[in-house]
């Protein structure tokens, strides 16, 4: 029926969820906002990245209920609940995060830096780390997990050339 709808979610929402692959599958759901009292920090940081906005607002997220209307006004940061008539303010986003959001994201870049990072790196050094250097267990999670220092430098130049800015000022 063309509604978006906004999910009221408890407390380290998104907790567990170290891929883009989570938020990009609440936005492609049409998910407008997600509400919650605390969000992981690596969901967050995801969600923003794809432009999936999420507002961290306690009293909002317990006090909205299933079925209410709800609008979020989010360069003030006040989340209304036309149901009820009662309003609650969370923190305004920066300008540059609200730039990011506005823009959309950056789903594609995101999607294809994964992509190489996992299958092309991680996972080739994982598999070395496991049966041909034998490292102890402990070590191979640290070398799964190093996925993020190998998008660190494709990220940087990204960020430099303002992408985000450019599809939010077309």
């Not at 567990?16 to 605390?38: D, F, N, T």
């Not at 991680?122 to 220092?149: H, R, T, Y």
Request: hydrophobic share 45%; proline share 5%.
């Amino acid at each position: 029926e063309g509604r978006r709808e906004i999910i009221i979610g408890g407390r380290n929402w998104g907790s567990g969820s170290s891929r883009e692959h989570a938020p990009l599958a609440i936005k492609s759901c049409g998910v407008k906002c997600v509400i919650a009292p605390s969000f992981a920090r690596i969901f967050y940081r995801n969600s923003i990245n794809i432009g999936l906005p999420i507002v961290e607002c306690t009293q909002a997220a317990e006090e909205i209920q299933a079925g209410d209307q709800v609008e979020v006004d989010f360069a003030t940061g006040v989340i209304t609940d036309v149901t009820t008539g009662k309003t609650y303010q969370s923190a305004p986003f920066p300008a540059f995060i609200e730039g990011i959001i506005q823009g959309g994201g950056d789903a594609k870049f995101n999607m294809a830096l994964n992509l190489i990072s996992t299958w092309a790196i991680v996972m080739p050094l994982s598999f070395m780390a496991a049966f041909w250097w034998k490292l102890p267990v402990e070590w191979v999670g640290v070398v799964i997990q190093s996925d993020q220092i190998f998008k660190c430098l494709p990220t940087w130049l990204h960020f430099r050339k303002y992408t985000w800015m450019k599809k939010l000022t077309r």
